[in-house]
Nanobody, 116 residues
């Protein structure tokens, strides 16, 4: 059974950077597409970035040019490099994997707070 565990969140000042990690336990090759979502208080959970098994990427307009998604299949890891952070990036960030069976697998989330 594949499980996802996020880490790397924290408090950062506006303009700063953080790198989120998502550790995949199990066979990462059973996950076709991996994504980062975020959910701010009182708001819906929104897609931030996506990377397919072939390496194609997608970014929400709000993070394009500032965030970079990557995956290291050898290490069973997914990453989200976040630069030029803004207060509106404050949210709980979740990684999600789309299993070859079609099931969605979610991590538990990690809090990112951007504040001076």
């Amino acid at each position: 059974q594949v499980q996802l565990v996020e880490s790397g969140g924290g408090l950062v000042q506006p303009g700063g950077s953080l790198r989120l990690s998502c550790a995949v336990s199990g066979n990462i090759f059973s996950i076709r597409t991996m994504e980062w979502y975020r959910q701010a208080p009182g708001k819906e959970r929104d897609l931030v970035a996506r990377i397919t098994s072939s390496g194609s990427t997608y970014y929400a307009d709000s993070v394009k040019g500032r965030f970079t998604i990557s995956r290291d299949n050898a290490k069973n890891m997914l990453y989200l490099q976040m630069n030029s952070l803004k207060p509106e990036d404050t949210a709980v960030y979740y990684c999600r994997g789309i299993h070859i069976s079609g099931d969605y697998i979610w991590g538990q989330g990690t809090q990112v707070t951007v504040s001076s």
